[in-house]
């Protein structure tokens, strides 16, 4: 298509420049930018570069027209010949596009204006001075003011003619009131339904909130209601979860938005325990399976949902905090690294996923998975009571909100449990020792008692971890005839077992034992788990209480590995036997600078014992001085046909 068949023309005026950008404020900054300073500008510089300006433009035209004169041979005329009939041809579709469009607007204008005169004329007969205002000039001189009028004509129908349009009327009124009589019939039967919907919607309301749900306006959605099975101290991030839209269904029964439809997409917080790359133990998630849940169901199963999304975004937050105690996170994994390569793994897991196997660690997994969800709620109540009572003054209105402490109290525990078997199993050891060299009969035991007496003939005695109500007296009931206030005493008194058990469950973690050792020994251990700044793990005070002979009294010993209370405990044994085989050969034998070793004389010879304790069991090494030593190993195993340290004694 040529281009002089289209018509550019714009009705639209010129638009005006922005003053932002014309004003001396923005022209100042632009022309120091692009010139410089005015200090060098001078009238005399600016005609030259207006003059040079001038000379550039008159030199380019007449560069052009020469250039057009050269191309001008040959081809070159055509070309020219062909832009010029293109000119002509565009000027003369706009001027005659410009004079269709006057003709149009002159045409308009004149039926416009001879409409305006004739409603004047017409006005003119009640009104003069409205219509002569409104008349134009020309048909003022022509038509005089009130020569024409419009009046209402009454006309006389024939009779037959009246009597048809009566009876039209009446069908019509007829029709009109059947039509309404429907209406209000199908109207009334609508409402009938209606009311039974509202009636059925409102019971299964009042169901709801009987049942202690709270009921609420949506948040985004003022004129629908919901229930709120979310928990009032949540996380931010799950406060506005925690509504439900209820919403009515055609039948009028509550449709409730179930946020977790898909089956997959249930799921809960899952522990595993792992053994050296083996899973041993899996706690069992629990939750709704009902393939049709109903209303309740729902209500239940999207609480327990978004609990279990809390818990676990609660125990990822703490986790990320405890980077340094061993505790590993990704994505969407938490580990809690513990000794003799095993681990807990906490992550989440579909509600319908069966255990692969089952371990002799399930019980210690699933009471892992019912305490960090106990101690969420413990979390939500302590925020209830703290956010009751007064905020203290001159403190900002929105205090910090700490990560709950779930991992925590859970890895000091197994840590110490850990801990605590370790130790029992290195004083199981050196029970084994003494009792297979004879300085102990072989009736000694460990034992664990509730009270602080300890058993004199008792190798080892264990006391209770502290703070922990041994005897627990179950609170008591009084009958009443009320059922309700009798459930709610219950369950108070429920509540507080627990918090008291909770309150137990976060407080210090302390054990304290009592070792007997030969020589009239003994070591009082005191086992401490902590995983606060500038302390974790776990640490061990160690009281010795003997005669001080055979060692120096060293008072309270702190020590914070396990090796090294390995080797502390040896060391105490080593000294405990030498002072039992000083306190039983009298002055046969005499301690060597308050070491391992003992010597004795008879005059021509000295002969010498050493005692060690190790892992492979207690050694006792003799010999004369100058000659080769001899060794007598006891392993602990009992295995018959074993000397005592007595009979190896009198036969050097």
Avoid at 71 to 93: H, M, N, P, W
Avoid at 306 to 328: Q, S, T, V
Wanted: charged fraction near 25%; include cysteine.
């Amino acid at each position: 298509m040529d281009e002089s068949d289209h018509l550019l023309l714009s009705l639209k005026s010129w638009p005006s420049p922005d003053p932002a950008t014309t004003s001396i404020q923005a022209l100042l900054p632009r022309i120091q930018q692009e010139r410089g300073s005015f200090r060098d500008t001078t009238e005399a510089s600016l005609e030259a570069e207006i003059a040079a300006g001038f000379d550039m433009t008159t030199e380019g035209q007449a560069n052009e027209s020469a250039g057009k004169a050269k191309a001008g041979d040959g081809s070159g005329t055509a070309v020219v010949e062909d832009e010029l009939a293109q000119e002509k041809a565009a000027a003369e579709a706009l001027a005659l596009g410009r004079a269709e469009i006057i003709h149009e607007i002159t045409s308009a204008h004149n039926e416009a204006m001879i409409a305006l005169d004739f409603i004047s004329l017409m006005v003119s007969l009640n009104n003069p001075e409205l219509g002569f205002t409104t008349m134009s000039p020309g048909l003022k001189e022509v038509v005089p003011l009130g020569s024409m009028g419009i009046e209402k004509v009454h006309t006389k129908y024939p009779p037959a003619l009246t009597q048809e349009e009566r009876l039209v009327c009446q069908g019509w009124k007829l029709e009109g009131l059947n039509s309404a009589a429907d209406s209000m019939m199908n109207a009334a039967k609508r409402l009938k339904v209606e009311t039974e919907k509202e009636t059925r919607y409102w019971k299964q309301i009042l169901s709801i909130r009987d049942e202690g749900w709270t009921i609420c306006k949506l948040p985004r959605e003022r004129n629908t209601l919901g229930v709120r099975y979310g928990f009032a101290e949540a996380a931010p991030e799950f406060k506005e979860r925690g509504v439900g839209a209820l919403r009515r269904a055609e039948d009028g029964s509550i449709d409730m938005e179930d946020i977790n439809a898909s089956r997959a997409a249930r799921r809960a917080v899952r522990v595993r325990i792992v053994d050296n790359g083996k899973v041993t133990g899996v706690s069992r998630p629990s939750g709704n399976r009902a393939i049709k849940p109903t209303l309740k169901d729902k209500i239940e199963t999207a609480r327990d949902f978004i609990y279990e999304d809390e818990l676990f975004f609660e125990i990822m937050r703490e986790a990320r905090n405890l980077a340094n105690l061993g505790i590993k996170t990704s994505e969407s994994l938490a580990t809690i690294e513990l000794k003799q390569g095993r681990s807990v793994q906490i992550d989440m897991a579909p509600i319908d996923e069966d255990p692969i196997t089952t371990g002799p660690s399930d019980p210690l997994a699933q009471a892992i998975a019912l305490a960090l969800r106990l101690l969420l709620s413990y979390g939500h109540r302590n925020n209830l009571r703290r956010r009751s009572k007064p905020q203290p003054p001159m403190v900002p209105r929105k205090p910090p909100n700490p990560p709950l402490h779930l991992l925590r109290p859970i890895a000091i525990h197994l840590l110490h449990q850990e801990s605590t078997a370790h130790f029992l199993q290195l004083c199981d050891h050196l029970r084994a020792l003494t009792v297979s060299t004879g300085l102990l009969p072989a009736s000694t035991t460990a034992t664990t008692t509730t009270t602080s007496a300890t058993d004199p003939s008792s190798f080892l005695t264990l006391h209770p971890l502290k703070n922990i109500p041994i005897h627990h007296k179950q609170p008591t009931t009084t009958k009443t005839t009320t059922s309700s206030s009798s459930s709610s005493s219950t369950t108070t008194n429920s509540q507080k077992e627990i918090e008291a058990l909770l309150e137990v469950f976060l407080s210090r973690l302390e054990t304290e034992a009592i070792l007997s050792f030969p020589g009239a020994w003994r070591l009082s251990i005191f086992i401490r788990t902590i995983i606060t700044h500038p302390y974790y793990g776990t640490g061990y005070i160690i009281t010795p209480t003997h005669d001080g002979v055979c060692a120096q009294l060293t008072g309270r010993t702190n020590i914070a590995d396990q090796a090294e209370l390995e080797s502390h405990l040896m060391w105490c044994l080593e000294r405990s036997v030498v002072n039992a085989i000083r306190l039983e050969m009298g002055d046969t034998w005499k301690q060597l600078a308050q070491g391992n070793s003992m010597e004795k004389s008879d005059g021509k010879t000295v002969k010498k014992i050493t005692v060690h304790v190790g892992r492979s069991g207690l050694h006792l090494r003799w010999g004369m001085v100058g000659g080769r030593d001899k060794e007598y190993v006891w392993n602990g195993q009992g295995e018959g046909g074993e000397k005592t340290l007595w009979e190896v004694l009198r036969e050097i």
